[in-house]
């Protein structure tokens, strides 16, 4: 017994808690798996953790979609002409891919799947605030689904997922689906992000103050503001761009006067800052897991916390880098091409704290820190190629090549997804209750981290020779780049298959998860694995920091028991 | 300098436009192979070295560093001023033709490129040029957007409907450089591919002069002078292989059959058709692609046209 | 859900320590959608700048086809509504439960003055021809880009017209609430947030009329 002054954020009230030594249960008898059963008990949940699961099921399913045309695409591209798709079906599968993967997969990735099922948990809250809010954000990103099926039943979509116009104004294929599709979908991430800053900011556990904050929820906190203020442009750019095809307002069209490139600012306005609504929830994770497993407190916790808060601002003043080649003003290319520049500091600060942070520690090899481990090599590419399309000569050389494509992977496959699957590792026991196999994980992570290098460093190779990208035929030269690619597509879809087994094998037959397998110091593990309906089985106390991995476990859990239980 | 990463371009064509960029690019990618190698071999050393031998292992508390800090954020920032400076430079330069440039109006359309001379002469997907003078393209889109791309020169710029946009280059010796569109622009995206083809001055302007308007010689000749002008062979091969749309070769004469079920022999009436309004009838297997070219060719080029096509036998 | 606590009061939802939490994080909750609101169309406004920077003559001449003594009727109907739902949310902080429902009311009524007025300028312009987009087909203005001028008119003043929609099925609803009597001076979150979303609506046309009608 002890006690610990601290402020809880509901009264704003200094006051002494009295505390004590909390353990949870390792044999959970009510979780939230079991407390209510049935399909429409599931379906009319405002359980934050049953939404995240159904986000979860959601983006799996459409990243098998855009991955199996991924797949499509590169056995198309292992001839120079024609191997079995036409031109037209080239182009509707990259048009797709693109916009499933962007949209569907990498947006909700993160925040929507992982980040609703642990946000709560690391506040010490009993759900998001707006619990029906969250639900229904949910089912507005199956209604744009479902309006994005409608558009692939009827004559598809063909523009690239940019839509530029005027393609994307002349295009015969279903845009307006599309479109509405798209609009829809950002009231889905809107909400969410709403929803999120409202609980960071109010819902916080007694004792958790912004310097104790996990660091994954500084970088979910940055998301959220991003998805706030970006996405209700992208809504009513799109919202133009479907009064153009259905009305012809003219606004972007420049037969009756509009301007194409006003399309381009208004659409990378929006799309630059979502990579980072893709990309910064990931710096969150990857904080979490190294600092896990290497059993060591974050080195630089203000450096990565206020690097994402910079990079979410700094990240809205530099969509013009999309445009060097468009005909911008050379005014705004110039300040554009800076801005970029000083964008990508905050990003490289953060791997140095990372790599810092292992410096001294207690290093477990575990499937999660492997994706760490890729995570770390591959997103120092991404981020150096990015330095290179930063720079104005280099841009206009590599623009719109398979330097690009490559590019981008590397930051959005290599950055975000590979860090999902470090994450989804990482609090798979916490979501399941159950572990998987640990040898079939490092092999899949093996064939991952191989299978991603042998697709798209090829790209870099090809894409600076001159190769540009949404090609459907290629000239001789490319073969073996391509052909190589395509391999390493192949290993990919490989490493995903064995994912996907050992993971559904765990979940029928996998062992017992203890309620912190890995030992962690985040709150998430002080809850029962899987938790119950309320998280915890009452508000703990916060007196320790996130990252205290010098403290031994015993005085860590010292105070995370609240005495008053009056609340 | 850069030798290291020289595979990774192609051969340089115009140094006046691409040296610099060359450049830039050599100096970020050893930079990035130092900084990247540095962070890999720490990454396994760390691993190695402090690799986890029990659950008890303790470890210390380390929360920050400001001069390691400060420094690791201070050389990066310096790093990319110099790149920025550079890249800053080079895009300068690419931005400002020199006077004496000889120039070259591009017009660009789905699928094609056409190339019109100050004589007069329109040439189709082939720019010809003088070696060792800058040359200066002026192009427009006629239809949606395309980009004007020569890896050998470093150069690319989009390509827009709705205002003029230009680009430059200087070819040093004769030969060949291949030209791609890189802005997506639908289904024969790929295959808007052009070449430039550099002349020393002296067979430049005999080339040019040979030229003359475009609208000398046979029937035969003009028709086939303007399938390639107007982009047509994009599209139609006149050597049988498979494209887009049905090949000319042996098209005069053929039974084909429509998309409704109807067959018809193709007779000039048809081709005429099928220039001014190509959805009326459209062959079976193939789909509605072609716009029509009402008002882009006269009645008399549309016969030279026709004649052209009645030369292409099986 | 073994401690759910029984001092909770009925309006307090279980996942909030007390009725002063739930409040604040509706409202900073609300404010968030707002900005986002802003942002939305702050498009809108980006799209007007950019054109009317491109061709001002054209906006000058537009403008005096919109009709003003309208537009300002409008524009203190807004303002009105603005107060009369201030008042409400007044009336609720003192448990003033049908000054409430009058202020309501009397909110709905202003909205839907402003929506008929809005629907006669509409039905003017579309008797004159003037359609958004490619089917305008007014000939009093002599200029090439003319509808391009209107179609802008159109989305923001649409755009905001379903806004207003909204705001009137939201206070509709709050009105059936208060009939219910689920609102007391301890519990009125709704009702304020309600409020700030109609402000916002008001605050916008503010912008919307000088920008369209009171260009000289």
């Known amino acids: ?567 | 300098m850069g030798s290291l990463f020289d595979f990774m371009l192609p051969e340089l064509k115009s140094p006046l436009t691409g040296a610099s960029t060359d450049a830039v690019m050599a100096f970020i990618h050893i930079v990035s192979f130092i900084i990247l190698a540095g962070v890999t071999i720490a990454l396994i050393y760390f691993a190695i070295k402090y690799k986890r031998k029990s659950e008890d292992d303790e470890t210390p508390l380390i929360t920050h560093n400001n001069k390691l800090e400060i420094t690791w954020s201070v050389i990066p920032l310096l790093l990319v001023f110099i790149v920025f400076g550079w890249g800053y430079k080079g895009w300068l330069n690419l931005k400002t033709p020199p006077d004496n440039a000889y120039e070259i109006h591009v017009s660009a359309y789905k699928w094609g490129w056409t190339f019109s001379y100050e004589n007069g002469a329109q040439v189709g997907n082939e720019v010809h040029v003088p070696a060792g003078r800058p040359v200066k393209l002026v192009m427009q889109s006629e239809d949606v957007l395309h980009s004007f791309f020569v890896p050998a020169f470093r150069i690319k710029q989009d390509v827009l409907p709705n205002r003029y946009t230009t680009v430059w280059f200087q070819v040093e010796e004769p030969g060949e450089s291949q030209v791609f569109c890189t802005e997506y622009c639908g289904t024969s995206h790929s295959d808007m591919l052009a070449t430039v083809v550099a002349h020393t001055p002296d067979d430049f302007e005999s080339w040019l002069s040979e030229q003359g308007s475009g609208s000398g010689g046979t029937p035969v000749e003009r028709g086939e002078n303007l399938i390639s002008i107007q982009g047509c062979v994009t599209c139609h091969s006149v050597d049988g292989s498979e494209k887009i749309g049905p090949t000319f070769q042996g098209l005069f004469g053929r039974e084909e059959t429509m998309t409704d079920g109807t067959t018809l022999t193709v007779d000039e009436n048809y081709i005429r058709e099928s220039i001014l309004d190509p959805g009326a009838k459209i062959v079976e297997g193939y789909q509605n692609q072609m716009v029509s070219y009402e008002g882009r060719l006269s009645d008399e080029d549309i016969s030279d046209i026709i004649e052209y096509i009645k030369t292409l036998e099986d | 859900m073994a401690n759910h606590s029984t001092s909770h009061p009925t309006h307090v939802h279980h996942h909030f320590v007390d009725s002063d939490q739930q409040f604040d994080t509706a409202k900073l909750g609300m404010w968030v959608f707002l900005v986002n609101e802003i942002l939305f169309f702050g498009g809108l406004f980006c799209a007007y700048i950019v054109y009317r920077a491109w061709y001002p003559e054209l906006f000058q001449m537009a403008a005096l086809e919109l009709n003003t003594f309208w537009g300002a009727v409008n524009t203190v109907v807004l303002i009105g509504s603005s107060l009369t739902v201030a008042m409400a949310i007044r009336s609720a902080q003192k448990d003033q439960m049908k000054g409430l429902k009058i202020n309501l009311l009397i909110t709905i009524g202003l909205a839907v003055v402003f929506m008929v007025i809005k629907g006669f300028e509409y039905a003017h312009k579309f008797e004159l021809g003037i359609f958004p987009g490619e089917y305008y087909t007014y000939e009093g203005l002599d200029h090439p880009q003319a509808a391009i001028f209107f179609s802008i008119y159109y989305m923001l003043t649409g755009v905001h017209a379903l806004h207003v929609l909204i705001g009137i099925g939201l206070i509709y609803w709050i009105y059936r609430r208060a009939k219910k009597g689920e609102f007391s001076s301890e519990y009125y979150t709704p009702v304020e947030i309600t409020g700030l979303y109609w402000h916002l609506v008001d605050l916008i046309w503010i912008f919307l009329f000088p920008l369209l009608y009171l260009i000289e």
């Open chain 1, 1 to 567: 017994m002890s006690t610990a002054e601290v402020t809880p954020e509901s009264t704003g009230t200094k006051k002494t808690l009295k505390v004590k030594r909390y353990k949870p249960s390792e044999d959970p008898k009510n979780t939230y798996l079991t407390d209510e059963k049935g399909l429409w008990a599931w379906m009319t949940t405002v359980d934050h953790k049953k939404i995240g699961l159904m986000y979860l099921g959601s983006v799996t399913f459409f990243f098998l979609l855009g991955g199996i045309l991924a797949l499509l695409l590169r056995t198309e591209l292992l001839t120079p002409a024609k191997t079995f798709i036409e031109a037209d079906t080239y182009n509707q599968f990259f048009t797709l891919h693109g916009a499933i993967m962007v949209f569907f997969v990498l947006i909700p990735s993160i925040p929507a799947a992982l980040g609703n099922f642990v946000l709560p948990m690391q506040l010490g809250a009993k759900d998001v605030a707006f619990p029906r809010l969250n639900l229904a954000s949910f089912y507005i990103y199956v209604i744009g689904a479902i309006f994005t099926f409608i558009a692939l039943a009827n004559n598809g979509l063909d523009t690239g997922w940019t839509f530029y116009t005027p393609y994307s104004t002349e295009s015969s294929s279903s845009v307006i689906w599309v479109t509405l599709g798209v609009f829809i979908l950002g009231f889905s991430s809107i909400l969410t992000g709403t929803n999120f800053i409202a609980t960071i900011h109010k819902l916080r556990a007694p004792g958790i103050t912004w310097g104790k904050l996990p660091l994954n929820l500084w970088a979910l906190y940055a998301t959220s503001i991003i998805q706030v203020l970006a996405t209700p442009v992208l809504a009513i750019t799109v919202l133009l761009l479907t009064m153009e095809r259905a009305l012809g307002i003219g606004i972007f069209d420049p037969a009756l006067g509009g301007d194409p490139v006003l399309f381009q600012h208004f659409f990378w306005f929006y799309s630059h800052p979502a990579v980072y609504i893709m990309i910064v929830p990931a710096f969150g994770i990857i904080s979490e897991v190294i600092t896990t497993f290497s059993k060591k407190h974050i080195f630089g916790y203000w450096a990565i916390a206020l690097s994402s808060l910079a990079i979410a601002f700094i990240g809205f003043l530099v969509w013009g880098h999309h445009m060097f080649t468009s005909g911008q003003s050379a005014v705004a290319t110039t300040v554009f091409s800076f801005l970029t520049f000083l964008v990508g500091i905050p990003t490289g600060i953060k791997i140095l704290n990372w790599v810092a942070t292992l410096y001294k520690g207690s290093i477990q090899m575990k499937s999660p820190m492997i994706y760490v481990f890729s995570f770390l090599f591959i997103f120092s590419i991404g981020g150096f190629t990015g330095i290179m399309l930063g720079a104005l000569s280099a841009d206009i050389h590599l623009h719109d090549t398979y330097y690009v494509v490559a590019h981008f992977h590397y930051v959005m496959m290599g950055g975000t997804l590979i860090s999902f699957l470090a994450g989804l590792h990482y609090w798979w026991p916490k979501m399941t209750g159950k572990m998987y196999n640990e040898f079939q994980a490092k092999i899949g992570a093996a064939l991952i981290f191989i299978g991603f290098n042998t697709t798209f460093l090829p790209q870099f190779i090809m894409g600076s020779q001159g190769m540009p990208r949404r090609y459907y035929n290629y000239i001789d030269q490319f073969t073996i780049f391509h052909q190589t690619s395509t391999i390493g597509s192949y290993i990919l879809g490989v490493g995903f298959l064995l994912i996907a087994y050992y993971l559904a094998k765990s979940l029928m037959s996998g062992e017992k998860a203890g309620s912190n397998p890995w030992g962690s110091r985040g709150l998430e593990w002080q809850a029962t694995s899987p938790p119950d309906f309320h998280n915890f089985d009452h508000t703990p106390v916060i007196i320790n920091g996130p990252y205290d991995y010098h403290r031994p476990m015993e005085e860590f859990q010292l105070g995370l028991a609240n005495e008053d239980k009056d609340h």
